[in-house]
């Protein structure tokens, strides 16, 4: 669906267009930075699509693309098709059970020859066109719990797929369409009560669990007694902190060490302890006890002052190119850790610490302000449209950068678990680039018809 004398150029905000531009220059460098060896053709290679710098030129190409179809397509094209795109996205998920390559211990990416596309990531898209265009329909009952279902269903059944393909990093992304949720009316508890998930998770995990069990009493105790007037004239205010005290006794003994024991692999248990320095696995049984020691066994010690803080050797090692490129950096084409393969995985889930090596804090800062610079700018476009539809899908994809960007910086800084997730048009990967592509010039497209009242 094409519309009429379209002009590629009208109404588009070209600040997005250049940030966007920008971030993947900026992604281009670090790769290369990390790659390229002296006396090496740098032409050659750049048009050769054997070294990762190259391959990502030819998907920034690819990218730019379906950047230009995107602008020449009618708005209502994605209005149109967002159910029929959610329904083979999650299909596509399906697939990778039956046809999928197994990636890093994970079966769920497809193999397409020059790339491998991740279906999960890829159904980012759709399910941002399908939740905007349920909301767009339910605007004024978003309140009521019925709709709040539905919305989760839409949103959390590509989750919930990932989970079974042993991919709870791209899980966790899911959960920012929260952020558009709040927009359109959720009631804030919902926030809250997640927030308090996480935070118990945490004490589940930081906390003795005999100890956090005597907090959650003493809490629940406490709440009885400021409330024992009213308990007088409603039981049911008893019977809620009873149940508020039931659930969380129930997450700290049975949720989070089935989730350590059934759901996260080693590797990913390993990552979350040592994020929190701890060298032993709480959680542990006697089937799993070998494995996750062994995976302990590979982690290096840092002495601080009062013990040994246990950390992955991957962050260990980011930390490192981070801390050694000072104030202003040691320059481009001159980091030592990134450019001698020091840093696992440093085109990709630690591309940071290649900027923070080579540009230093200055460099990283200024790399944060334009990842800012484009999500405020996204709210801005939000907040100027006529259409639920539009406004909808751009929170939603707001919400998608900002948990990208922040997940992956604090992972590469050590003060978060390593969740596995790209840092958004900077890391390698073709179906990471293309799919922040599409989300954002889907936004900008959105926004240059903002006259149009789509559903």
Known sequence: MYQKNQEIGKGIDWLMVWLYVMLVVIGLLCIFSVEYKLGDNVVQNFLGFKKEYSKQFYFFLISLFMAALILLTDSKFFTATANLGYAAGVLLILATFVVGKEVGGSKSWIPLGFMNVQPVEVCKIFTSLALAKYLSFIEPDFTKTKSQIIAAIIAFTPAILSILQKEPGAAIVYFSFGIAFYREGLPAIYLVSLFSLVILII?????????????????????????????????????????????????????????????????????????????????????????????????????????????????????????????????????????????????????????????????????????????????????????????????????????????????????????????????????????????????????????????
């Open 203 to 455: 004490a589940s995990i930081v906390v003795p669990p005999n100890a956090l069990f005597l907090v959650l009493t003493i809490i629940a105790a406490y709440f009885c007694y400021l409330y024992r007037r009213r308990i007088k004239r409603d039981k049911n205010i008893l019977l809620a902190i009873a149940g508020a005290w039931i659930l969380c006794v129930g997450v700290q003994k049975f949720l989070v060490p089935a989730l350590f024991d059934k759901v996260l692999k080693p590797h990913q248990v390993v990552r979350i302890f040592s994020t929190f320095g701890i060298d032993d696995y709480k959680f542990k049984t006697k089937e799993r006890e070998a494995e996750i020691q062994k995976e302990f066994s590979k982690l290096g010690t840092t002495k601080k002052a009062g013990g040994e803080k246990v950390e992955s050797y991957n962050v260990k090692q980011s930390k490192i190119a981070i801390g050694s490129g000072g104030f202003w950096g040691k320059g481009f084409l001159q980091g030592t850790q990134t450019r001698g393969e020091f840093v696992p995985a440093q085109n990709t889930d630690f591309i940071f610490s290649s900027v923070g090596e080579s540009f230093g804090l200055v460099g990283s800062a200024v790399l944060m302000l334009l990842y800012f610079g484009l999500m405020f700018r996204l709210i801005f476009l939000a907040e100027r449209q006529r259409s639920t539809f539009s406004r909808v899908y751009i929170y939603c994809v707001t919400g998608i950068l900002f948990f990208h960007v922040a997940l992956n910086v604090c992972m590469t800084l050590g003060i978060a678990p390593s969740p596995g997730i790209t840092l958004p048009l900077l890391s390698y990967g073709g179906s990471s680039l293309v799919t922040f592509t599409i989300l954002l010039f889907i936004a900008i497209k959105l926004d240059a018809d903002r006259q149009m009242v789509l559903r």
